[in-house]
């Protein structure tokens, strides 16, 4: 089993800042594309930046300036930096991973982690 453990949410003012962590875990062989989506009350999960393990990366349109996705192959963890945050960046904010285990392919998410932007 592959495990994914987010942190770094939290409530910040419009124009604040948030890092997000996610940490991969479990019979890992590799892992080729790492990303966070977000899931606001009333709408359907969206996808906020990924990244390839060779460094590639694809962000939404809404977040292109403001958010960088990074990540560290050595820890298996990816990161997403969020700045000049705004009210309707609000929703819960899950990882992905996919990849190859020790025995067979894996597509995990983690349970998220609740980012809050005030006005």
């Known amino acids: 089993q592959v495990q994914l453990v987010e942190s770094g949410g939290g409530l910040v003012q419009a124009g604040g800042s948030l890092r997000l962590s996610c940490a991969a875990s479990g019979r890992i062989f590799s892992i080729n594309a790492m990303g966070w989506y977000r899931q606001a009350p009333g709408k359907q999960r969206e996808l906020v930046a990924s990244?390839?393990?060779?460094?590639?990366?694809n962000y939404a349109d809404s977040v292109k300036g403001r958010f960088t996705i990074s990540r560290d192959n050595a820890k298996n963890t990816v990161y997403l930096q969020m700045n000049s945050l705004k009210p309707e960046d609000t929703a819960v904010y899950y990882c992905n991973a996919e990849g190859t285990m020790t025995y067979g392919q894996f597509n995990v998410w983690g349970r998220g982690t609740q980012v809050a932007v005030s006005s």
């Open positions: 990244i390839t393990s060779g460094g590639i990366t």
